[in-house]
């Protein structure tokens, strides 16, 4: 005897497969949204310029296009201006970005421009660059992320922007 086809079970599984198919990519997609988060600088001020010490404060705004909030647990930058690396930031922060969110980060590069320029010319350069807008500034490195939906270790940072760009409130890189 031939046993009967059941339509029921068909449908069923029909609908769970595309019920799951559809959650995998919704995932997948968040995921493609999350390293898409965008980084840009806002409030650029030089707080102090010498020889032995300057201090510039710069916030670090983050975009988060995704559906899905994520924890920021750490941050770590090699600051560089015109090619020379003066500072390293290195952050144990912990904050939460909400999803489709955008928050700040106020962050502090300090250096020594005597023990760290080796050259005069970039010396002059560094010393000079409150009235230089042409001097290029370069964030590198990454942010140590945690989710509870998507796996992710860290996003990479990699911003340059002139003096001139970091000043202006127009500047929009994402």
């Known amino acids: 005897m031939a046993k009967e086809f059941n339509y ?17 990519f919704y995932f997948m997609r968040q995921a493609e949204l999350l390293k898409k988060t965008c980084f840009n600088f806002k409030s650029f001020a030089i707080i102090k ?11 670090l705004e983050l975009k988060n296009k995704s559906d899905i909030p994520f924890e920021i647990t750490g941050l770590d930058l090699a600051v560089s201006i015109n090619g020379v690396n003066v500072s390293n930031i290195k952050n144990a922060i912990v904050k939460t970005l909400p999803a489709n969110s955008v928050t700040m980060f106020p962050l502090v590069v300090e250096f020594s421009p005597k ?8 010396l002059n350069t560094i010393l000079g660059m409150a009235t230089n807008p042409n001097v ?16 992710f270790s860290s996003l990479p940072i990699d911003i340059t922007m002139t003096l001139k760009e970091l000043k202006s409130p127009s500047s929009e890189k994402c």
């Open 115 to 122: 023990s760290t320029i080796k050259s005069v010319a970039n």
């Open 8 to 24: 029921t079970k068909l449908a069923f599984w029909t609908v769970a497969v595309a019920i799951g198919s559809g959650i995998a």
């Open 49 to 59: 310029l010498g020889l032995m010490k300057t201090i510039i404060n710069v916030n």
């Open 136 to 151: 290029l500034f370069n964030f590198r490195g990454s942010m140590a992320i945690k989710s509870s939906y998507v796996v």
